[in-house]
């Protein structure tokens, strides 16, 4: 779990909007909000690579429509052949079983780290990685265009070895991120249009 600061705005305004531990709020700051959409237990898939988000693949695929498309179809010849005439379609299809490949179940194997986010109702946040244990507090923000951003400032760091080996206390540090939400997926990207998004989560706990 690493800090990562992408979007293009000011993380200052978004952070002293974050209420310390006890304090009484009297009017926003500015225009944030908990989700509630979000509260639950959410596993990242650790797995997963820089994907996109459905949007940002349509928005693609759309692009790509214009395209002039190469076709693998087999050409059809038809010619007479003794004065019939005949059509002539070479295909080959060889499809072979894959036998080097081990089924692996779908479920996490016991020994596998895990990476558990839990956003409370009331804008704070936990975190496991590995041995590390993580608090902090968590908004979201919505502007006109574009995904919602989500900023976490870390109150409390165990300092212990996180999934990715490394150990570093990140007490005070905070990482800001576009988010996109749709019922049990979560994915947080770098760009506004979710074109390149490097965590994909999955609720596990509502």
């Known amino acids: 779990m690493e800090p990562i600061s992408f979007a293009s705005f000011s993380l200052a305004a978004l952070l002293a909007s974050l209420p310390a531990n006890g304090e009484v709020i009297s009017k926003p700051t500015i225009t944030t909000h908990i989700s509630p959409a979000i509260a ?60 080097n490949k081990n089924l692996v179940a779908s479920a996490k ?3 596998q ?17 590995g041995k590390e244990l993580t608090y902090g507090r968590y908004l979201i923000t919505h502007r006109e265009e574009g995904l919602p951003i989500i900023a976490i400032k870390t109150v409390y760091d165990n300092n212990e070895v996180d999934c990715s080996g490394n150990q570093i206390d990140q007490t005070d540090e905070a990482m800001i991120a576009f988010v996109n939400h749709d019922g049990n997926q979560m994915q947080w990207c770098a760009d506004p249009d979710g074109n390149e998004c490097f965590m994909n989560f999955n609720r596990i706990l509502p």
Do not use: H
Request: aromatic content about 4%; hydrophobic content about 30%; some cysteine.
């Open 109 to 111: 194997k016991s020994n």
């Open 40 to 99: 639950g237990q959410w596993e990242i898939d650790l797995d997963s690579g820089i994907t996109m988000t459905k949007e940002a693949e349509a928005r693609q695929a759309a692009s790509q429509d214009g395209q002039e498309i190469e076709s693998n179809e087999p050409e059809v010849v038809a010619g007479t052949e003794g004065g019939v005439l005949t059509q002539n379609e070479n295909r080959a299809i060889n499809i072979q079983p894959n036998t």
């Open 113 to 129: 780290c895990r990476e558990l986010y839990n956003f409370a109702a009331d804008n704070e946040v936990w975190t496991v990685s």
